[in-house]
């Protein structure tokens, strides 16, 4: 008798367990319902680290419930997170994809369940399924980082290494072709010359170039934004490099996590006697590279405001208005309507003024400032 009341009781917590998981995962609108839900492309780079700690300090008085998913680099586990939030009633969907094209299928899913789909950061290319766009001005990014290398060399024929970012990323082509329309006038009159790119000298006197032609210089040069990618290449085109290309040199560098890696390579060739090297993100370990003389320069994108201005177009949809926009992008399929933000070009003179004085880092957190 004691055994089959033990047993009766088991059978009642499994019950009781099992109704509340149930309850828990209603996508009806059960406890669980998710207004805003936000997807980021991986973990493994601090400067998405970074946009989920932001949202966080964000959200944390916002009337609106919201869930944040990572890629971890891969569209299939993005599409798989897509679905997640839609199971759970997300009204508006704030994603940065990993791969632009291949994630037109997961917001057109989103789409087909009423959704308002924000691309955040980076578009979302060849499809009607996105509704707005947040956005740095990738294309002053680059010509930032351009131009520093510019204001920054001396003398003539400056080997120039370039680096870009990952092909299947829509931004990979802002930076460059940011940086291309100013770095192509000083290559054309001899100011640098290219050391490691054929289809980049190929095109050497071509101010604008079209995609095509972007892409083909990506090809030989992207770090896919790995780091390790980009140490691997540095370290062959160092390699195949003769003495007329070393010396006091010049590194374009798309990113800060790939611009540290470069700089660890170009930092331990001792036929490099200089180099200057571009990033972007102002990651915390890059700001120590700057303040350290190690990392030329880096392109701070305020993140708060890129969060800022996402949530707030997601809080507009979901108070049933319609939210402002100041631009908009052509994705292959649509003009995009799009918000953008300006950015901030960091080196050693104006490091403490812009990320600490602005309060966005703490001076504990460096060395040496
Ligand atoms: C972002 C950069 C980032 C890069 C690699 C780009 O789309 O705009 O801030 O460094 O992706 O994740």
Redo the contacts with the bound molecule.
């Keep these: 008798m004691k055994r089959t009341w033990k047993s009766i009781s088991v059978l009642l917590v499994v019950m009781l367990v099992t109704a509340l998981m149930a309850a828990c995962s209603d996508s009806s609108g059960g406890s669980s319902k998710v207004s805003v839900g936000i997807v980021l492309?991986?973990k493994d780079?601090p400067?998405?680290v970074q946009d989920e700690q932001r949202f966080k300090d964000a959200l944390s008085d916002s009337k609106y419930t919201t869930e944040i998913l990572f890629s971890q680099g891969s569209s299939a586990k993005e599409k798989e997170n897509v679905e997640t939030l839609l199971n759970k009633g997300i009204e508006v969907l704030i994603i940065?994809p990993h791969d632009g094209a291949a994630a037109a299928s997961a917001v057109e899913a989103a789409k087909k369940e009423g959704v308002t789909v924000i691309s955040y950061?980076?578009l979302i290319t060849n499809t009607d399924a996105v509704d707005y766009y947040v956005?740095?001005d990738?294309v002053a990014?680059g010509a930032a980082q351009g131009q520093y290398l510019i204001d920054n060399s001396e003398g003539k024929d400056v080997p120039l290494y370039l680096y870009a970012?990952?092909s299947s990323?829509?931004?990979?082509f802002l930076?460059f072709e940011g940086a291309w329309s100013v770095l192509q006038p000083k290559i054309s009159d001899g100011t640098f010359k290219i050391a490691n790119s054929s289809e980049a000298e190929k095109l050497k006197d071509k101010a604008e170039l079209t995609r095509d032609e972007m892409g083909k210089i990506l090809g030989q040069v992207t770090t896919n934004?790995d780091p390790n990618e980009a140490k691997n290449k540095a370290q062959t085109h160092l390699t195949a490099a003769g003495a007329d290309l070393k010396g006091d040199v010049a590194v374009l560098a798309?990113?800060?996590?790939?611009a540290r890696s470069i700089a660890d390579v170009f930092g331990t060739d001792g036929d490099i006697s200089s180099f200057l090297v571009t990033g972007?993100?102002a990651?915390k370990a890059s700001i120590q590279y700057v303040i350290d003389g190690k990392q030329s320069m880096t392109v701070f994108?305020d993140v708060r405001t890129l969060v800022k201005d996402a949530m707030g177009i997601a809080v507009e949809i979901l108070d049933g208005k319609t939210p402002e926009t100041t631009g908009a992008y052509d994705n292959g399929n649509k003009e995009v309507k799009a918000k953008q933000t300006d950015v901030i070009v960091v080196d050693q003179e104006n490091v403490k003024k812009e990320l600490i004085d602005s309060e966005y880092y703490e001076a504990s957190e460096f060395t040496g400032l």
Excluded at 254 to 258: L, Q, R, S, V
Aim: no cysteine; net charge negative; charged share 30%.
């Design positions: 492309p991986t780079e400067r998405w940065t950061d980076r956005t740095f990738s990014v970012g990952a990323d829509n931004n990979a930076f934004w798309p990113n800060d996590g790939t972007q993100d990651e994108k």
